[in-house]
């Protein structure tokens, strides 16, 4: 009996140090937000638009989710540079990647058109 525990827990243990595969593909976001929250300057803010365009175009490749949050801050920088269209369609693609943004969403989008 001893020795089927043991070998139940030893499998067990292995089983667990596989490692847990990444689900977003997150870029160098960590970095370039903290770069642009701490300094809030231009070249600050276009480094963090250059990395959401390389997290958004980029997980065909690695074949990871673009993580949710992502496009809708894109555009709302988007609009906050004046190009209201393409920050809109930033904006929708959150929605058809996260319908659960949705009603939030729909708030952010009424106000840019007011």
Do not use: H
Not at 20 to 30: A, F, I, P, T, V
Not at 58 to 80: E, S, T
Request: hydrophobic share 30%; with cysteine.
């Amino acid at each position: 009996m001893k020795k089927i525990l043991s070998v139940s827990l030893l499998t067990l243990m292995l089983c667990s140090c596989g490692g847990q595969k990444e689900l977003y593909s997150w870029g160098n976001y960590d970095k370039t937000s903290y770069n642009y929250l701490k300094n809030a300057d231009e070249d600050s803010q276009q480094e963090l638009m250059k990395n959401y365009q390389e997290i958004i175009n980029g997980p065909k490749k690695g074949k990871k989710n673009i993580p949710p949050g992502v496009c809708a801050d894109y555009g709302y920088l988007l609009v906050k540079q004046g190009k209201v269209g393409k920050g809109k369609e930033m904006l929708k693609k959150e929605i058809a990647l996260y319908p659960e943004s949705k009603i939030f969403i729909d708030r952010i989008l009424k106000m840019i058109d007011e």
